[in-house]
């Protein structure tokens, strides 16, 4: 990773918080981008990002068909080193160059796919390739325990029994069932590529509902949505990517659906009130 020369060498103190109104103001972020960019030889991806996540709270990144978004998670999941940038997890400078990085702090995503295999059941989905054993042998006790717990703990109700096959399970339910996967390994933030996009309006409130019980439990959450009516919902901050720049960033209070639309389709808004949209570039200082 190399050095943006327009990036600050330092993280914002505690309680420097500058343009960002809200219920942040004195909290060092989980995660802080600066000036993260990524090219893909000569296309731009993403350009100069600057983007805070906080402990317990929803952001929701939200942008146009090739906006970055997938590449930002990426970034952040360390799928893709950045090509230049700082990222600060908790105040301190930290590299993620492989997912191992990223899974090591505490990062843990659930992309589009869920990667979970419907030939097994929850248990063996939720444990695989880090199955509890004891005496050499699986531990099915311990681990049907602790995914019945996780479940419970996580508010899903309506998997009858943790030995089902993942296959046999409605959209909401394997959405759950990859979460819960995920905050399995401590995570202490957990990234959602568009949780809901193949998803009934009941199975929808589940999963919103899944969303708000993470950030209860402090964990932060960025999550990738199309669906504004989802994203005014659940989100308790928003960030706008358009044509690989974050243009918008702030409170969900500080939006409405209309400067939202405006934000997603021409990259600026007359309408919001965040300071950090039209203060942007000085923020970044
Ligand atoms: N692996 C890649 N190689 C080349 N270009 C890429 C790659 N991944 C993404 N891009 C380009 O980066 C831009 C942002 O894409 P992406 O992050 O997937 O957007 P979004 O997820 O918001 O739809 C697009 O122009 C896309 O074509
Ligand atoms: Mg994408």
């Known amino acids: 990773m190399t050095t943006a020369p327009e990036s600050p060498s330092v993280p914002t103190p505690v309680g420097n918080r500058n343009g960002v109104s809200g219920a942040v103001t004195s909290e060092v972020p989980l ?28 952001t929701a990144l939200i942008g146009d068909n090739g906006a970055g978004k997938s590449t930002l998670i990426k970034t952040i999941s360390g799928i893709w080193a950045p090509s230049s940038g700082h990222i600060y997890w908790n105040g301190e400078e930290v590299k993620i160059h492989t997912p191992r990085d990223a899974s090591d702090l505490g990062i843990a995503t659930v992309y589009q796919d869920l990667a979970l295999c419907d030939n ?17 042998l699986l531990d099915e006790i311990k681990m049907e325990l602790a995914a019945n717990q996780l479940l419970k703990d996580l508010a899903v109700s309506t998997v009858k029994s943790v030995r089902q096959l993942v296959g046999s399970l409605s959209g909401g339910q394997r959405q759950s069932v990859a979460v819960a996967r995920a905050v399995m390994r401590e995570s202490k933030l957990v990234i959602l590529d568009e949780p809901t996009a193949a998803l009934g309006v009941s ?83």
């Open 31 to 58: 995660l802080r981008l600066r000036g993260i960019s990524k090219n893909f030889g000569a296309v731009q991806a993403m350009q100069n990002v600057d983007l805070d996540i906080y402990d317990g709270k929803v």
């Open 120 to 136: 097994l059941d929850i248990v063996q989905n939720m444990y695989l390739g880090r199955e509890e054993t004891r005496l050499g």
């Open 203 to 285: 199975q929808t409130a589940q999963v919103i509902e899944l969303i708000r019980t993470l950030a209860s439990r402090g964990i932060a959450v960025l999550v990738i949505s199309h669906n504004l009516t989802d994203v005014f919902s659940v989100a308790d901050r928003i960030a706008v990517m358009h044509l690989g720049t974050l243009v918008s960033s702030g409170p969900l209070s500080d939006y409405d659906t209309t400067s939202a639309v405006e934000l997603i389709t021409t990259g600026h808004t007359a309408r919001a009130t965040s300071s950090k949209t039209a203060a942007k570039k000085s923020t970044t200082k």
